[in-house]
């Protein structure tokens, strides 16, 4: 009798992380790209959908946020029955849903007067992705809800801005390597642990043309880490935030350190770029299963 003869269950117990962010029809970003990049890692993805769009290669056609107790609830009926070993969140895409969310996390009251399953909140590692900023420069959420973020990042592990991320978060003009690690710094003030300002927008303005440099700097550190990578020219981007921020929500899950699973994956997240896929009529998404590998 072969192994695939063997009718014996053996099932396997992958860590488990959680994606709260809003769905891509497209399949590129959001929801469908984190449990993507988590399934790559070995790690197994729930979510929790705070929006669905209707989208391709070709852009964003309509965006329709959830209601906020439906966010609720599914966050409840995760985290009642999964050993969740860290969150990553994405678009969030209303003011009440960015509330809703870091009261769940953080074990507060909630708008809708229900009661968190777990008094405390969610005790281990959170990545923050504050999707603010769509490619193509237009802000995405109004100044109320951007407002919001401030109290999602004091509860975030990690927030994980790109460059013009961090400059609606900060108020100030995020162009080079220095701004960059003035804007950590700045997130650091916040409250959160750690802030990764990506580099992949500084475009000619980095060391040099043909790299990307990304700032990390931890509450706990005296200097920023600087993680250079090539510069891929391409521009199948779609997914490159999603794909980065639940890389590293799902080596977190896996118990890595903060710093060492931040600069594999930023290191990795080229390879990623480099293969994208090419799908659709529009630039294509970045390829997660290019990461971990």
């Known amino acids: 009798m072969t192994d695939s003869d063997d009718a014996t269950a053996d099932p396997v117990r992958p860590p488990v992380a959680l994606t709260i962010a809003g769905s891509d029809s497209g399949g590129g970003a959001g929801i469908q790209a984190d449990l993507k990049t988590m399934t790559a890692h070995g790690v197994f993805g729930t979510s ?6 209707a989208q391709n290669t070709r852009g964003v056609v309509d965006v329709s946020p959830l209601p906020t107790d439906h966010v609720e609830r599914q966050y409840d009926a995760v985290v009642e029955d999964f050993d969740v070993g860290a969150v990553k969140t994405g678009m969030l895409a209303t003011a009440d849903t960015i509330e809703v969310v870091t009261d769940r996390l953080r074990g507060t009251g909630m708008a809708s007067g229900t009661e968190p399953s777990g008094a405390s909140g969610f005790d281990g590692p959170v990545v923050v992705d504050p999707v603010l900023v769509a490619e193509t420069g237009d802000r995405l959420l109004p100044p109320a809800a951007e407002d919001a973020y401030a109290d999602l ?54 060391p040099s043309d043909d790299s990307v440099v990304d700032v990390f700097l931890a509450a706990d550190d005296a200097a920023p880490t600087h993680v250079v990578s090539p510069r891929i020219d391409t521009a199948a981007t779609h997914g490159s935030g999603c794909a980065l921020s639940s890389a590293i929500a799902a080596r977190l899950a896996r118990g890595e350190p903060l710093e060492a699973a931040v600069e594999a994956v930023a290191r990795e997240l080229s390879d990623a770029i480099r293969g994208a896929y090419d799908v659709g009529d529009g630039p294509g998404a ?6 971990d590998r």
Do not use: Q
């Not at 004091?154 to 690690?181: F, H, I, K, Q």
């Not at 970045?286 to 990461?291: E, F, I, K, Q, Y």
């Open 153 to 206: 990042i004091a509860a975030a592990t990690l927030v994980t801005p790109n460059a013009d991320e961090a400059s609606v978060l900060t108020g100030r003009e995020v162009d080079d390597v220095d701004s960059a690690v003035a804007a950590a710094r700045d997130l650091l003030e916040t409250g959160a642990d750690a802030a990764l300002v990506t580099g992949g927008h500084l475009d000619g303005r980095s």
């Open 286 to 291: 970045v390829n997660p299963t290019r990461l």
């Open 48 to 53: 929790v959908v705070t929006a669905t769009t």
